[in-house]
């Protein structure tokens, strides 16, 4: 699909079918966020992609809304601050890093006719002890992954003159 289109189209899905995602259709998505950009090419992340056939009560200790565990897969995108790359301000990029790869495969997801839901308001100490991650990985953000049931409704955005300076700050 043209990357205008692709982005235009793009849209936060809250309803899932059952059916479950092609093998080579997941391939595609972990292959974006692998190709994607990091600082210094540290690429300080770790994806973790959850089945959540049977896991259904337990991933609602995550997040709990229905349509976060109606997909039949989930993915986790978890930061490792240690592998980041660091201005020589303090500024640690691991976020920003898991926010471009997260992104890549949202998009990606979009172009094969797949849905996805960007979730960063879940709790954090419950997704560590799920995911069994180690001390020092950070899960950053979530989305389920599926066939969208929804339709995409009118997105909502600023105008560019609410988000654009030119030359300086105004």
Request: proline share 5%; net charge positive.
């Amino acid at each position: 699909m043209e990357y205008q289109k692709l982005i235009e189209k793009r849209y936060s899905v809250r309803a899932y079918r059952k059916d479950p995602v092609e093998k080579w259709k997941i391939e595609k998505i972990l292959q974006a966020a692998r190709l994607a950009p990091s600082a210094a090419n540290r690429q300080p992340y770790r994806i973790i992609l959850i089945n959540t056939l049977q896991r259904q009560d337990e991933l609602r200790k995550i997040y709990d809304v229905d349509w976060f565990v109606q997909a039949p897969v989930v993915i986790c995108i978890c930061g490792i601050k240690s592998q980041a790359w660091t201005r020589n301000d303090g500024k640690n990029h691991a976020d920003i890093d898991c926010a471009i790869a997260m992104d890549h495969m949202i998009l990606a997801a979009a172009d094969l006719g797949l849905g996805t839901c960007w979730i960063c308001a879940f709790d954090v100490e419950n997704a560590k002890k799920i995911l069994k991650l180690p001390e020092g990985v950070e899960p950053v953000a979530f989305t389920p992954l599926g066939y969208p049931v929804d339709l995409s409704k009118e997105k909502k955005r600023k105008k560019l003159e609410e988000i654009v300076c030119y030359d300086f700050w105004y």
